[in-house]
């Protein structure tokens, strides 16, 4: 009798930590299709939520106060938010500012904010890009809403950051480039000419560009061919009539209007400049 219980205890024990198993395993795969709500778009900041000062909060310590977050500045202009990697960062401001986050359930650990060091003439962005950078770190709470996770592209949702001090962003999102089309990007350097060529078509006019290759050392290796791409296959990047330019891509598949594969380029970042004599 005593080893039938025996058996029995073992077999229950055995039979709660599979369970147990289970059930992490599935808060795990829950707490990962969250965070890739994070990573699946643009946060556009639409709104700002001050808190609502309270007799307790004016009569906080001296200590309290010191570590009060800053005043925001006059004018929040809207800026966007990017989550990849365990990587943040700020665009739509003077300098693009970037630091770690990590998150928990329903908490958000965000480290210091790091800036580019380019300075503006508008005093107003540069208050705001320094209250940014500044509360960044104090966000302690997020939650998406409003995401179809079997259709995030076609999804509009929102995104709730709660501070330490009672303070609320909501962002709105827009899909990213990996979300839109359902693809990881392969980067791609790409020598744009500044002159717009006609198509082979003759109806509209096309970008000269040609794809560069470098190694490991960052050192060039190869040039291809000169080529037309439509206007529209190339998104985010400006022509300077002055300038021929090599810049970061990432690319994309597309099917084109008759069910044709074509690439798409997105404008990564611009990495060198070559004027026209």
């Not at 210091?112 to 302690?140: H, I, Y």
Request: charged fraction near 25%; include cysteine.
């Amino acid at each position: 009798m005593k080893r039938a219980l025996l058996g029995m205890a073992i077999v229950s024990a055995f039979a709660l930590t599979a369970c147990s198993s289970q059930v992490e395993k599935k808060d795990q795969a829950m707490d990962q299709a969250d965070q890739k709500l994070l990573t699946s778009y643009v946060w556009h900041l639409d709104r700002v939520s001050q808190p609502k000062a309270t007799q307790e909060s004016a009569a906080s310590t001296a200590a309290e106060q010191s570590e009060a977050l800053p005043t925001p500045p006059a004018e929040m202009r809207p800026f966007d938010i990017s989550f990849d990697q365990e990587r943040v960062s700020v665009q739509g401001l003077c300098n693009q500012l970037g630091g770690s986050y990590q998150v928990d359930g329903d908490e958000i650990t965000i480290s210091q904010m790091m800036s580019t060091r380019k300075l503006c003439s508008d005093e107003a962005l540069m208050a705001l890009e320094n209250f940014v950078g500044q509360v960044m770190p104090a966000a302690e709470k997020w939650q998406v809403e409003g995401a179809d996770q079997a259709q995030l592209a076609q999804s509009t949702p929102t995104l709730d950051l709660l501070f330490t001090n009672g303070m609320r962003w909501q962002l709105e999102g827009t899909p990213t480039a990996e979300t839109k089309y359902g693809q990881e990007a392969v980067i791609e350097f790409l020598q744009v000419d500044p002159q717009l060529q006609q198509c082979t078509d003759g109806q509209e006019a096309c970008l000269k560009v040609r794809k560069l290759a470098y190694d490991d050392q960052g050192i060039h290796t190869e040039t291809g061919p000169w080529q037309l791409i439509n206007k529209d296959q190339l998104e985010g990047y400006e022509l300077d009539p002055n300038y021929r330019n090599i810049i970061r891509v990432k690319r994309f598949t597309e099917q084109g209007a008759e069910g044709q594969e074509r690439p798409i380029y997105i404008h990564d970042m611009t990495v060198e400049t070559q004027p026209i004599d």
